[in-house]
């Protein structure tokens, strides 16, 4: 099976057969951050078919923390996506797990009470640290291997699960309420409405209209340019993000859509008692 394949890859990153797809096919990035080339061999194109299948139960096992990303791989087994989301913006320049170590190679809670949520902390320290590499393991398997009945049971179930989560993804009319009254110049708010709708002239939605021949962003020219590319995450806009008051690295936050950041702000606005936090990053936007 295909999926199977795709699952080796992540359990043999040495063998001969991993080491000429990544050098073909994504030499500088991550099996999960690669995008589909554009003259691929069969074998590829059906493992990327079955990498979303198998991103849905993988996650890391904690060893020595060198290879783990603390806000954007999931690595904790606990928590909802095995991944933490509480965020203190001064704590945002780590960047690996192992740097929440202390000396002596142990959790250094002093830095995981700064950095997370108590709900966190508590969780990561559960994680016993081993001097040994990172790997990968399938969640759902007492012994951490992968299988494909569990792989479709829970790609069922994701299914179901998106389909109930549609409606979070839908700002209520106090969130509108609350948008149009923000002390910002009215194009701002134009502007943050159009975005919410998913409606700006991404390249995206011009692809989607018939209106340009591919989605490409024109100015970094690494991937398809959608509203959260356009906004947050082209490395032309991160710096933007990154150099203002909130220095905030979008990547590390994980956001994956316009209306969870938005909701994103609004807490960390309520959190800093600072009510115009989010009339400011509208004006960012
Ligand atoms: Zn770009």
């Given at each position: 099976?295909v999926?199977?394949q795709a699952w080796r890859m992540l359990?043999s990153p040495n063998a001969l057969w991993v080491h000429v797809l990544k050098s073909i096919y994504f030499p500088n990035s991550s099996f999960f951050d690669v995008r589909k080339a554009s003259h691929p061999s069969w074998v590829w194109t059906s493992i990327l078919q079955r990498r979303?299948?198998v991103?849905?139960?993988?996650?890391?096992?904690?060893?020595?923390?060198?290879?783990?990303?603390?806000?954007?791989?999931?690595?904790?087994?606990?928590?909802?996506?095995?991944?933490?989301?509480?965020?203190?913006?001064?704590?945002?320049?780590?960047?690996?797990?192992?740097?929440?170590?202390?000396?002596?190679?142990?959790?250094?809670?002093?830095?995981?009470?700064?950095?997370?949520?108590?709900?966190?902390?508590?969780?990561?320290?559960?994680?016993?640290?081993?001097?040994?590499?990172?790997?990968?393991?399938?969640?759902?398997?007492?012994?951490?291997?992968?299988?494909?009945?569990?792989?479709?049971?829970?790609?069922?179930?994701?299914?179901?699960?998106?389909?109930?989560?549609?409606?979070?993804?839908?700002?209520?009319?106090?969130?509108?309420?609350?948008?149009?009254?923000?002390?910002?110049?009215?194009?701002?708010?134009?502007?943050?409405?159009?975005?919410?709708?998913?409606?700006?002239?991404?390249?995206?939605?011009?692809?989607?209209?018939?209106?340009?021949?591919?989605?490409?962003?024109?100015?970094?020219h690494l991937t398809?340019?959608?509203?959260?590319?356009?906004?947050?995450?082209?490395?032309?806009?991160?710096?933007?993000?990154?150099?203002?008051?909130?220095?905030?690295?979008?990547?590390?936050?994980?956001?994956?859509?316009?209306?969870?950041?938005?909701?994103?702000?609004?807490?960390?606005?309520?959190?800093?008692?600072?009510?115009?936090?989010?009339?400011?990053?509208?004006?960012?936007?």
């Open positions: 099976m999926a199977r359990q979303d299948l991103q849905l139960g993988v996650r890391w096992n904690v060893g020595n923390g060198q290879d783990i990303l603390i806000y954007q791989d999931k690595w904790v087994p606990t928590l909802p996506g095995f991944k933490v989301t509480s965020l203190s913006v001064t704590n945002s320049l780590l960047s690996y797990v192992y740097e929440l170590l202390d000396h002596e190679e142990e959790w250094d809670v002093t830095k995981l009470n700064t950095c997370f949520s108590s709900e966190e902390c508590r969780e990561l320290q559960k994680i016993p640290i081993r001097m040994c590499s990172d790997s990968f393991i399938w969640h759902y398997d007492r012994y951490g291997n992968f299988s494909i009945k569990s792989a479709y049971l829970l790609a069922i179930h994701a299914a179901n699960e998106t389909d109930r989560n549609h409606d979070n993804l839908i700002i209520s009319s106090a969130e509108w309420k609350h948008i149009w009254k923000m002390q910002v110049p009215h194009k701002v708010q134009v502007f943050l409405w159009r975005a919410l709708l998913n409606s700006l002239p991404s390249m995206d939605n011009l692809l989607r209209r018939g209106i340009v021949q591919e989605a490409l962003c024109p100015f970094c398809d340019e959608s509203i959260m590319h356009l906004l947050f995450y082209c490395p032309h806009v991160e710096p933007i993000w990154f150099g203002s008051a909130l220095g905030l690295d979008p990547w590390q936050l994980g956001v994956g859509n316009l209306v969870e950041w938005w909701r994103y702000i609004k807490r960390v606005a309520r959190q800093m008692h600072f009510p115009s936090l989010s009339d400011y990053c509208a004006v960012v936007c």
